[in-house]
């Protein structure tokens, strides 16, 4: 049984002119240990599907499953901060505070203290791949790939078992976007992580476990 499940997902909205069906019954299983990417073109349902997932929104049919609740019967700002991890394509970290002040924001949210959110934050820095030098540093003084490692440490920083990344390496080179897919791979493979990406890049896609192909908002078989 998967950690979160697809239930015949529909989602439509209402634009100026047009009623939309952005997706047209989704039905999918994701399980803890591997790694899925989701692709398609523009316009093929991906955000949408991704922004349900992270609890961002409701489906208009079908359900989204999380350890088999329905996130229509949670909070979803619990949910949010207890279930899922999202990292984004343009990091999304907080100019003014330090490496160790992002990483340490989602802990001391839940109570953690200072002082051992900040051991947490060391050791979380160096699990990506970063020196504890960087600790002190802003984000505009790191480069994308830096900044992109810190956004998952500070996601790591939420220990949630689901990590949800939309198109974490597209504004990166190849070099980086490599390491950055390593590191998103070893977590689903080693500490037990379901880690779902959506992404363009179709070589980063071919090393997941499994693709979830979209098109028109449905599922290419």
Known sequence: MGVLQLKEVIYTYQTQYQKVEALKGITASFDAGK?????GKSGSGKTTLL????GLDLPTQGEVLCHDKATSQMK??????????????NFRLFPLLTVAEN????????????????????????????????????????????QQRVAIA????????????????GNLDTTNSDNIFSILQSLA????????IVTHDRALAEKAEAILELKDGKVVE
């Not at 790694?35 to 692709?39: E, H």
């Not at 922004?51 to 992270?54: C, I, K, P, V, Y």
């Open 35 to 39: 790694m899925y990417a989701i692709v």
């Open 51 to 54: 922004s349900l997932l992270a």
């Open 76 to 89: 979803l700002e619990q949910y949010r901060r207890e279930q899922v991890a999202v990292i984004y394509q």
């Open 103 to 146: 990483v340490m924001y989602p802990m001391e949210l839940r109570g953690t203290s200072p002082k051992e959110a900040r051991e947490k934050a060391k050791a979380l820095v160096e699990r990506v791949g970063l020196p504890e030098t960087v600790l002190n540093r802003y984000p505009t003084m790191l480069s994308g790939g830096e």
């Open 154 to 169: 500070r996601a790591l920083g939420m220990e949630t078992q689901i990590m949800l990344a939309d198109e974490p390496t």
């Open 189 to 196: 493979h080693e500490d037990g992580y379901c880690v779902i």
